[in-house]
């Protein structure tokens, strides 16, 4: 049985360019990935088999297809292999703006390609990754990464590994289509030579339908030692970088509110 971490994605800056004539919208952004995720355990099996454990569990019970089961089918019809056993432990939560299924489907692929001896940098798999979503080739990258495109055209930069990261959702999902459908439409420019000095252009639409995200923000804002505080995608998951590990933990501890989740990790 292999075993493989589907780290969190964080998009450490987002604008949003342009919307594109096939529907989907140009974007820049900064992705970064943190040590905490949910993990994906997988082995050969006589038939296939999925099960999904862990404290979310339930928000995915029932269930029939999610993108494990749809990168494990990709994946055997392009590199065979036979069926598989996959359990997914869930610990991130849903519709969170930090990529929980499309690093849970980059988990699947990375997992598979050990197990069959498939180079991690196939351009086969990246295909495939393309194919499921967005956010999937650049949580299969798992590196610092500019992002642009929908995403999925991908440069590797330096990043910041061993940053102290506080992640806080305050307990609300937030649809990302929605998110998109009430962006303003206004370019707001490129993103710049320091990603960390950019924005999120998704974080006015999300508050708008989750205001309860500008108090999360306000509250990391506030915390001392912060250097950046932002929201995550299209949210509702927001995260603070830390200059030490002990005002993280201080910061996790000011912050805590009934029914918000809230980790301290640190970026990979």
Known sequence: MLTEIARAKLNLALHVRARRPDGYHELETLFAFVEYGDVLRIAPAGASEFRITGPFADRLAGEGDNLVTRAAT?????????????????????????????????????????????ALDDPRLFAIADGLGSDVPACLLGKTALGKGRGEQLQPVPGMPGTPVLLVNPGVAVSTAEVFRRWDGMDRGPLGPDPLAGRNDLEAPAREIAPVIGEVLALLAAQPGVTLARMSGSGATCFALFEAIEACADAARAVQRPHWWSVETRLA
């Open 74 to 118: 990709r994946f055997a019809e392009a590199f065979g292999g036979g069926a598989h056993a996959i359990e997914l432990e869930k610990h991130l939560p849903v519709a969170s703006g930090i990529g929980g299924g499309s690093a849970d489907a980059a988990a699947t692929l990375r997992a598979l390609a050990r197990l069959h001896d498939v």
